[in-house]
């Protein structure tokens, strides 16, 4: 019975993944039927299929690099506190284990413990940060383009901090592909598309998620830092946890809103990742390329996981941002010389903006995602 608290909280851990794992498949095949009732043209289909097909491998990628590296922290965690407890005293079963030790927060301080190590990890909070403001603004691909559809969103939001963040960004990719293509519907009589409006309610919540976000994480190195006896070091735990908790507010305020309110979130966000990501950078500074190639690596198993998230997250906007560039091209109907013209110069122009998206989070930080997602580069 002692044990009952912490197995119930790794046995929910799972089960949450499940949920939202299932509420987003059923959306993407929501997706799907929709897009076959109302057809799709020849011409986009087999990109379309091409598209689907590479996001949803790299959803896979994703999921296995982050996940084998997660599995081998449970497994070296377990190692570990079997090796400093007597099976007399203490029988050797994973409630024991659960209950011993903080498995998540100790995965957590692992990935800030270092400058290099939180060079990757820090990504991660910053590119959450924008991500879940452009998904919050994208809604979800639906009856006559994009439904606000708060549970839908909220399983993203929470897949990205139980799972990893580039698994969320895949699926979420796979999602409107599964949906583009079809010819949408008019709207429904009568209906009026909302008005763009900024009201003080959604000023006050972005200056209070921006808040959540900046603050606590660049006070994490310094917190993890300071002496167990200090009054600071129990202040760990809350900072950590309050920019997972940020994530969910732009659901609140991210309705229709003028351009103006658009580029001024968009630029405080960019501006806080990049500052944050510079401050991360110079304590780094001294680290070669090769010495954080080896925390991606050849490190602690939980560091591995978060670093391969970066890199896949960073592989998956970047080839986002090359699909959804160059308008025409690829897509356009009919054949001849001057398609085929077109083909090839919306090609290389994708191939450009696959470059410049990826090399901008290379030096910015996949933080820097945001201008890929808001400014259409």
């Known amino acids: 019975m002692e044990n009952t608290k912490s197995i119930s909280i790794f046995t929910s851990y799972f089960l949450a993944i499940v949920t939202c794992a299932f509420v987003i498949v059923r959306s993407i095949l929501s997706s799907f039927r929709f897009c076959k009732r109302n057809g799709i043209s020849k011409s986009t289909k087999h990109n379309l299929c091409t598209q689907f097909v590479l996001f949803v491998i790299l959803t896979a990628l994703s999921f296995g690099f982050t996940w084998y590296n997660m599995?081998?922290?449970?497994?070296?965690?377990?190692?570990?506190?079997?090796t400093t407890v007597t099976p007399l005293d203490t029988p050797h079963t994973i409630g024991n284990w659960l209950r011993d030790t903080?498995?998540?927060?100790?995965?957590?301080?692992?990935?800030?413990i270092t400058p290099e190590r939180w060079w990757w990890s820090q990504q991660i909070f910053l590119a959450c940060f924008g991500w879940g403001v452009w998904v919050s603004y994208q809604g979800k691909p639906g009856r006559g383009g994009k439904e606000r559809s708060w549970k839908v969103l909220t399983a993203y939001m929470v897949l990205a901090q139980l799972v990893s963040?580039?698994?969320?960004?895949?699926?979420?990719?796979?999602?409107?592909?599964?949906?583009?293509?079809?010819?949408?519907?008019?709207?429904?009589?009568?209906?009026?598309?909302?008005?763009?409006?900024?009201?003080?309610?959604?000023?006050?919540?972005?200056?209070?998620?921006?808040?959540?976000?900046?603050?606590p994480t660049s006070l994490l190195p310094t917190l993890i830092h300071t002496p167990p006896t200090s009054p600071l070091n129990k202040f760990f735990f809350p900072a950590l946890l309050l920019p997972h908790v940020a994530l969910?507010?732009?659901?609140?305020?991210?309705?229709?809103?003028?351009?103006?309110?658009?580029?001024i979130l968009y630029t405080c966000l960019t501006f806080g990742c990049v500052a944050c990501h510079a401050a991360s950078t110079l304590a780094t500074i001294?680290?070669?390329?090769?010495?954080?190639?080896?925390?991606?690596?050849?490190?602690?198993?939980?560091?591995?996981?978060v670093s391969w998230d970066v890199v896949w997250f960073v592989v998956s906007v970047a080839l986002w941002a090359g699909i959804?560039?160059?308008?025409?091209?690829?897509?356009?109907?009919?054949?001849?010389?001057?398609?085929?013209?077109?083909?090839?110069?919306c090609f290389m122009k994708r191939v450009m903006r696959v470059v410049?998206?990826?090399?901008?989070?290379?030096?910015?930080?996949?933080?820097?995602?945001?201008?890929?997602?808001?400014?259409d580069l």
Request: charged residues 15%.
């Open 71 to 82: 599995l081998r922290f449970f497994h070296l965690s377990y190692t570990i506190w079997s």
């Open 102 to 112: 903080k498995l998540f927060e100790e995965a957590y301080r692992i990935v800030v």
């Open 165 to 215: 963040l580039s698994v969320a960004v895949n699926l979420y990719f796979v999602d409107v592909l599964a949906y583009r293509g079809a010819e949408a519907p008019p709207p429904a009589k009568g209906r009026r598309e909302p008005r763009a409006t900024e009201t003080g309610l959604a000023k006050a919540l972005l200056g209070f998620y921006l808040t959540l976000c900046f603050i």
């Open 248 to 263: 969910f507010i732009p659901i609140f305020f991210a309705y229709p809103t003028s351009p103006r309110f658009t580029r």
């Open 286 to 305: 001294k680290a070669t390329i090769k010495w954080l190639g080896k925390t991606l690596l050849n490190t602690h198993p939980a560091v591995s996981s």
């Open 324 to 345: 959804e560039g160059g308008a025409g091209g690829i897509w356009v109907e009919g054949g001849g010389h001057k398609v085929g013209q077109r083909e090839g110069a």
């Open 356 to 375: 410049v998206a990826a090399v901008m989070m290379a030096v910015a930080g996949a933080g820097a995602g945001s201008l890929v997602f808001a400014a």
